[in-house]
Structure formats: structure tokens, C-alpha cells
Nanobody
Framework: QVQVVESGGGLVQAGGSLRLSCSAS????????MAWFRQVPGSEREGISC????????HYGDSVKGRLSMSRDNDKKTVYLQLDNLKAEDTAIYYCAAEYETPSTCRGGVTSAEYTYWGRGTPVTVSS
């Protein structure tokens, strides 16, 4: 059974930090591209970052570049999203997604259509 599970969300003050985690089971993790998205209710889902297993390539969306870092631990079958200097506009549901990567996956940006397996999301609320 495929499971993608996010954790680590919560309430944080503006300027603070959070680290989100995402584990993937039921899939061959070492062949996966992993990605993070976020969505504010009523708005479109926004791609934040994606990572390729093959060469550890990572792409970041423009809105969060410089304030976050994505990493992966293949032994733990987990990816992480470190969020720093959080702002009120970072408040959203954060989703993790996985897909068996192809050469083009994640190369052109963080695109939701490229990912099949999704978690249920973890909420992040930033208070100002």
C-alpha cells in the first residue's frame, strides 16, 4: 500500500522556523522524485520545491527561494523541508508528493501534474 505522509506543521510566529517531514512507503524511494506544494483554501496549489533521486537535483519556486531548503534521506525514505524566516503569507496546507522520476521530472519547475502520489497535507500557520 502506497502511503505519503507529511508531519511537522504547526503554529509559529513570524520570523520563526519549521521543519516539515515527508515519508513515502510502498514505493521504491530511491527511484522517486519528491516534491513539496502548498495551498491556501480557495487558491491554486503552488509548487515550492522538487528533488530528483538520480542526481540530487533540487528546484525551488521563486516565491520561497532563499528561505527554504529541501533535503532527502534515502535510508529513512524521508524528505524534509526546512522553512526559515516565515512570513504570514506562508500560512497554508503543505503537501508532499512523489513520482517515479523520468529525465524531465522536476527539470522544468515544480509541477503538480508530474506527481501521482500525494499526502494529505500538514497545516502551517504563521502568526504576525
Amino acid at each position: 500500500q502506497v502511503q505519503v505522509v507529511e508531519s511537522g506543521g504547526g503554529l509559529v510566529q513570524a520570523g520563526g522556523s519549521l521543519r516539515l517531514s515527508c515519508s513515502a512507503s510502498g514505493l521504491t524511494f530511491q527511484r522517486l522524485s519528491m516534491a513539496w506544494f502548498r495551498q491556501v483554501p480557495g487558491s491554486e496549489r503552488e509548487g515550492i520545491s522538487c528533488n530528483k533521486w538520480f542526481d540530487d537535483f533540487t528546484h525551488y519556486g521563486d516565491s520561497v527561494k532563499g528561505r527554504l531548503s529541501m533535503s532527502r534521506d534515502n535510508d529513512k525514505k524521508t524528505v524534509y523541508l526546512q522553512l526559515d524566516n516565515l512570513k504570514a503569507e506562508d500560512t497554508a496546507i503543505y503537501y508532499c508528493a512523489a513520482e517515479y522520476e523520468t529525465p524531465s521530472t522536476c527539470r522544468g519547475g515544480v509541477t503538480s501534474a508530474e506527481y501521482t502520489y500525494w499526502g494529505r497535507g500538514t497545516p502551517v500557520t504563521v502568526s504576525s
